[in-house]
């Protein structure tokens, strides 16, 4: 059973840091793309950033970068996302998810969450 589990949200305030980290079992991850979306209350799910299992490609939605850093490790199929400079609107659910070509479309795997509060 493929398992993506998500952890390290909290709440911080603005200008703050958090890591989130993503563990995946389940499978072999190799040569597939692993990175982070969140949705916001009231909001549609949104891309923040993509890591190739290699690690060689990433991509950052425009409203993070320079602020967040995603990167793996494979050798414990985790991925991270370390947010820097956080801003109250980067208040949102935060999802992990896997895909065996890269998160563009409707990705094969998704984990359950981690909420991230930022206050002002």
């Known amino acids: 059973q493929v398992q993506l589990v998500e952890s390290g949200g909290g709440l911080v305030q603005s200008g703050g840091s958090l890591r989130l980290s993503c563990a995946a079992s389940g499978r072999t991850f190799s040569n597939y793309a692993m990175g982070w979306f969140r949705q916001a209350p009231g909001k549609e799910r949104e891309f923040v950033a993509e890591i190739s299992w290699s690690g060689d490609r990433t991509d950052y939605a425009e409203s993070v970068k320079g602020r967040f850093t995603i990167s793996g490790d494979n050798a414990k199929n985790t991925v991270y996302l370390q947010m820097n400079r956080l801003k109250p609107e980067d208040t949102a659910d935060y999802y992990c998810?896997?895909?065996?070509?890269?998160?563009?479309?409707?990705?094969?795997?998704w984990g359950q969450g981690t909420q991230v509060t930022v206050s002002s």
């Open positions: 998810a896997a895909d065996r070509l890269n998160l563009s479309g409707d990705p094969d795997y």
